[in-house]
T-cell receptor, first 110, second 110 residues
């Protein structure tokens, strides 16, 4: 069964460093999303992406964040200068109808 | 008023019991309603997806939507210890973001 994959599963970084989180959405899906979940809190929307551009973004998704679909399969989330409060699980999702989520990348900022 | 409200629990029931999980939402413009299951530090796994008011059944799971009351439910029959997880309701509109509830942590005791 097709699934969304994400790498790495766990990323540890120092505050102020750049990180790139990678996702491979399900191949025939057209809409792509990033969400995050701080430990013990609800899943929060970050950004949606369609037709090679951002279609919607939340207040969380400020200038430190960017997304890219560099080729036909990968979808990336870049955080330019990480802060302690960026520590969270980051989930990629893709959809044709319902949204399917990847297993997540646990980001730890020290 | 929060867009989606969900009792975070925790909820603990004996094996074989019927479990009822609920969410309320505030915006009548939302069109579709989902239930996800999430194990600790894993990605949300889609369980049920429905557009309309009424019931939708899949095995031991029944999703119920009452649009007039802005109330959605998930029932689990013959609950098993493997059903122990956090259950997330999520609602959406078109290709836009999903809005998640807080999640209800469920434990099924053998």
């Amino acid at each position: 069964e097709p699934e969304v994959t994400q790498t790495p599963s766990h990323q540890v970084t120092q505050m102020g460093q750049e990180v790139i989180l990678r996702c491979v959405p399900i191949s025939n899906h057209l809409y792509f999303y990033w969400y995050r979940q701080i430990l013990g809190q609800k899943v929060e929307f970050l950004v949606s992406f369609y037709n090679n551009e951002i279609s919607e973004k939340s207040e969380i998704f400020d200038d430190q964040f960017s997304v890219e679909r560099p080729d036909g399969s990968n979808f990336t989330l870049k955080i330019r200068s990480t802060k302690l409060e960026d520590s969270a699980m980051y989930f990629c999702a893709s959809r044709v109808g319902e949204q399917f989520f990847g297993p997540g990348t646990r980001l730890t900022v020290l | 008023q929060k867009e989606v409200e969900q009792d975070p629990g925790p909820l603990s029931v004996p094996e074989g019991a019927i479990v009822s999980l609920n969410c309320t939402y505030s915006n009548s413009a939302f069109q579709y309603f989902m239930w996800y299951r999430q194990y600790s530090r894993k990605g949300p796994e889609l369980l049920m997806y429905t557009y309309s008011s009424g019931n939708k059944e899949d095995g031991r799971f029944t999703a119920q939507v009452d649009k007039s009351s802005k109330y959605i439910s998930l029932f689990i029959r013959d609950s098993q210890p493997s059903d122990s997880a956090t259950y997330l309701c999520a609602i959406g509109r078109g290709a836009q973001k999903l809005v998640f509830g807080q999640g209800t942590r469920l434990t099924i005791n053998p």
